[in-house]
């Protein structure tokens, strides 16, 4: 990404890490517990579903379904320049692992509920930040 | 004992609501706003401030976001000489309206008599000429260096989704997505709240809007235009909360709190919950309504919630008082919900168009309109049943309330 522009970033902590920076090698990384399979996020200390505390890190695929968006106009906040379009995907891997981003390299017209997206990072590298966005994909 | 024995509410009353004045920006010291009300309510409910030996308030004392609260449990206590035997001031609870909830229970299970509830807002003196940028995260120029954020906002702030308008508006549209919702239908929320706040004196925006008005507004986060949003303000309100068998002490035939709804069922976040179309006002509906013999066509004002008009739209739904996914249809045109309609709806202009007392003010709403007090705004047909719903998002709470004969 050529310009990267400012964003309010993540206190970096052992629990949320291997989310922010897994982009550093361009992978989109959560938490996944080792008992049961069950991917969670926001991180958390133990597996919601069984109660394990035996929680991996792994990396899915980045592929992601659009649940719903907003086309942003306000500018609340230093930050991308309106307009720009906040989104809550679904990831590929688990009926309920989804997430807030932006949806970015897309034009607003296009935009679809249900349409295929993929992970890109906007990279903050002096402050060790890699951003998980998504962008259009194409259909499987 | 039949389950409903056991609803517990039903041992409170609000014996009183009082108001500060209420403005866009009043520049008033916060405190004296929040003490007026509370006077207010007090006076109206014929008791002293020797009576009352409870305090119950949202969100509690709190310096940031400006404006936010203007004044704690401990001002009020303090500035009233107060002699208290229960209190409260709490942000993580059922909505706003869980404070007057929690003073229900507190007064049912014998710890205090009277509960003085209160919520105080300085918004819009706080955000001055800057808007609400003014008091976003990072916005403003508080500047100095690169803040970092933790907590719930660290899943959305990095997105530049620092407000809950962005935050309802993706559900929104998940709505019009899966229900064919349209922005001429969310409009109606809007429109009423205006053509009700033109008969309240205390509304901030009073001027006539029309369709037109609402569809050429500048976009906010779409499908959410600047019409979908409330207007921050200044003033307090205050309502008391009574034990039941105080009432031949009261000056006038309190409000029955018949049955509350606090329930949230699913994760407790703005987007991780299971269904992006209701919220939790979704669950909190269903178990106020499993508390009561009444049922919801007995319900002859709604005043819910509506920092964002689609909030409203959800409490519509959750409440029973349209299907789920119906309540575009069920507001469509308006004259459903206008104050001679079957359902009149945020009789003294919501939030949008008088102000965000932040939950409280629908609270009062219902009680003025309950007591036959409206005055010019007053629903026709002396009416005894009324809700009042306060959040959106992650909480909600509401009230089924009954005037006393």
């Known amino acids: 990404m050529a310009d990267v522009p400012f964003r309010i970033l993540p206190r970096i902590t052992k629990r949320n890490e291997h989310f922010w920076q897994g982009g550093r090698d361009g992978e989109l990384r959560f938490q996944r517990c080792r008992a049961c399979g069950y991917y969670l996020h926001p991180p958390a200390v133990l597996c919601p579903k069984c109660h394990s505390k035996d929680i991996g890190i792994e990396t899915v695929s980045g592929r992601a379904e659009l649940l719903t968006y907003s086309v942003n106009y306000q500018a609340w906040m230093p930050g991308p320049e309106p307009p720009y379009v906040l989104a809550i995907v679904l990831c590929a891997e688990q009926d309920d692992l989804r997430l807030t981003t932006n949806l970015v390299n897309c034009d607003i017209d296009a935009i679809e509920i249900g349409m295929p997206v993929r992970v890109v990072f906007e990279p903050h590298i002096d402050e060790e930040v890699w951003i998980p966005l998504f962008e259009p994909a194409e259909r499987a | ?405």
């Open chain 2, 1 to 405: 004992m039949s389950e409903l024995d056991l609803v517990g509410e039903r041992r409170a009353v609000i014996s009183g609501a009082g108001q500060s004045d209420i403005g866009r920006r009043l520049h008033r010291d916060p405190l004296e706003l929040t003490l007026d009300a509370c006077l207010a309510a007090i006076d109206d409910a014929g008791l002293t401030t020797a009576d009352i030996d409870g305090i119950s308030t949202y969100p509690g004392g709190m310096e940031t976001p400006p404006g936010f609260s203007g004044a704690g449990v401990v001002e009020v206590f303090d500035a009233l000489r107060l002699n208290l035997n229960w209190w409260t001031g709490a942000l993580e609870l059922p909505s706003q309206l869980g404070a007057v909830i929690d003073a229900c229970l507190a007064v049912s299970a014998g710890l205090a008599t009277h509960v003085l509830c209160f919520r105080s807002v300085f918004e819009g003196s706080a955000q001055g000429d800057k808007g609400r940028a003014a008091v976003m995260p990072g916005g403003g120029g508080r500047g100095g260096g690169a803040p970092r954020t933790s907590g719930f906002m660290e899943w959305t702030l990095p997105f530049s989704a620092p407000s809950a308008a962005q935050w309802i508006a993706m559900m929104a549209m998940r709505h019009f997505h899966e229900y064919g919702t349209t922005r001429e239908q969310l409009a109606q929320i809007a429109l009423n709240a205006r053509k009700n706040a033109a008969v309240n004196p205390k509304a901030i925006y009073t001027d006539p809007m029309s369709m037109d008005d609402y569809l050429e507004a500048r976009m906010i986060s779409s499908p959410l235009c600047l019409y979908d949003c409330d207007v921050p303000c200044d003033g307090g309100t205050a309502v008391i909360v009574s034990r039941v068998d105080t009432v031949p002490d009261l000056r006038k035939p309190p409000i029955q709190v018949e049955a509350v709804g606090t329930a949230l069922h699913g994760r407790p976040s703005w987007d991780q919950f299971d269904d992006l179309t209701t919220m939790a006002v979704r669950d909190a509906g269903p178990q106020l309504w499993s508390r009561t013999e009444l049922v919801p066509t007995d319900v002859q004002l709604a005043e819910m919630y509506d920092g964002f008009s689609f909030i409203t739209m959800c409490w519509l739904e959750a409440m029973g008082f349209c299907g789920k996914g119906e309540s575009g249809p069920f507001v469509e045109g308006g004259e459903r919900i206008a104050r001679d309609g079957v359902l009149p709806l945020n009789t003294h202009g919501g939030q949008l168009s008088s102000g965000r007392l932040h939950g409280f003010g629908f609270i009062h709403e219902a009680c003025v309109q309950l007591w036959g007090e409206a005055g010019e705004r007053q629903v026709p047909g002396d009416p005894e049943v009324g809700v009042a719903c306060a959040g959106g998002g992650p909480m909600a709470g509401a009230l089924l309330l009954t005037r006393r004969r």
